[in-house]
């Protein structure tokens, strides 16, 4: 029986190095690769942050590939990036919306560009360094939360399919970060003790009215904060400084704290409210994908454990299917800061359900389920 090979996402970072170490001593035929995904190095400053695909990237994975005697390559998905990533995350912010682009990278250039190039090289499964763990059950793969709740990345993963499922390997998700990296240290990696990530990659600064402004070369025009009603408190700097249930950074007087609950794109305000305005019953969410075989119909009814963000803990609901592709969840309580354009992934108790993307919270749950 000939040896499987697997081609491994690297970032340079210590998880998918330890991820391509652990294959090789599985038997694995093991390769390296990293995507390269720039459209202009001065503008998005990675080489300077260490991001995950600059050129601090590529010194540090291919000196792990080196030291683990694997073949190293850079890929270039610069059009798929810019496509599915950059420019979705630009037109999402202006309609007034807060994307999340590692789901969408993960989604269209991880796991399609890369996982079909390296399909097309003779590859039988690519990896990647993520804390997630795939199982098959009866009806089809699914991911698993890792053995480490708080370096979970599940919620990242809900639209992967089954069949790419079935071509990923993701072998640091049944292990501790702190585990992770003593295997590093103990086979001498340089990594071993290389900070995480924290910042969406080509924004390394955290600010991204002034990227979009850069990428875009559109000027974002100010506006009226507002509240409910429609009475004027203020002015803002620009929709894109802004998302739902942000306090700080207003810039507003008001003798206490107040919080953003909702942004309009049509008319340029962003409404300001207390802090009982930001909890909504609930969420319609659309472009749903969800991991069984056989997904959930239109009219049926699921107990589900629900995250609205990644940080989110998550809350309990119950997920009715509509037509069109879209769905309702309706939580058991009240949650904070149900923002457009986030998604929203459904927990069966440590499996992955599925997911969508949050078209808008619900403020009437009665009368909402009724009407669906």
Not at 30 to 51: K, L, P, Y
Not at 181 to 187: G, L, Q, V
Not at 211 to 222: A, H
Not at 352 to 367: C, L, M, P, Q, Y
Request: glycine share 10%; aromatic share 10%; with cysteine.
């Amino acid at each position: 029986m000939s040896t499987k090979k697997v081609i491994v996402g690297m970032s340079g970072g210590v998880d998918s190095s330890v991820a391509a170490w652990l294959l090789k001593e599985q038997g694995y035929d093991v390769m390296g690769v990293t995507m390269q995904i720039w459209q202009d190095e001065d503008m998005c400053t990675i080489e300077e942050n260490g991001g995950c695909c600059g050129q601090s990237a590529v010194e540090d994975a291919r000196a792990v590939a080196r030291a683990l005697d694997i073949p190293y390559y850079v890929m270039n998905f610069k059009k798929e990036f810019k496509a599915w990533v950059m420019d979705d995350f630009a037109r999402e912010y202006f309609m007034g919306r807060t994307p999340n682009p590692c789901i969408r990278c993960n989604r269209y250039v991880k796991w399609e560009a890369m996982l079909n190039k390296c399909l097309a090289l003779g590859a039988d499964y690519i990896a990647t360094g993520h804390y997630a763990q795939i199982v098959r059950l009866d009806n089809g793969r699914y991911t698993l939360k890792a053995a480490q709740s708080s370096k979970d990345q599940t919620y990242a993963l809900y639209n992967l399919t089954q069949e790419q499922l079935s071509k990923t390997l993701m072998p640091v998700g049944s292990y501790t970060k702190a585990e992770i990296r003593a295997m590093a240290a103990k086979i001498g990696l340089k990594v071993a003790a290389k900070p995480d990530s924290q910042d969406i990659c080509f924004v390394p600064d955290g600010d991204y009215a002034r990227f979009l402004e850069r990428y875009t070369g559109q000027k974002i025009p100010e506006g009226n904060f507002v509240d409910k009603d429609g009475h004027i408190l203020g002015r803002h700097k620009g929709i894109t400084h802004y998302t739902v249930g942000q306090r700080k950074g207003l810039g507003l007087s008001m003798g206490h704290p107040v919080f953003v609950t909702q942004i309009r794109p049509e008319t340029g305000e962003v409404v300001i409210g207390e802090n009982s305005d930001v909890f909504s019953p609930g969420l319609i969410a659309s472009d749903l994908n969800f991991m069984s075989v056989c997904p959930p119909a239109p009219g049926e009814t699921l107990r589900v454990f629900a995250k609205v963000r990644y940080a989110h803990k998550g809350a309990p609901g119950t997920l009715k299917m509509l037509e069109g592709g879209r769905a309702l969840c309706l939580f058991d309580e009240p949650v904070r800061a149900i923002t457009p354009g986030q998604a929203v992934v459904f927990y069966d108790g440590d499996f992955v359900a599925g997911g969508g993307t949050i078209e808008k919270a619900v403020h009437d749950s009665n009368s909402t389920w009724e009407r669906v």
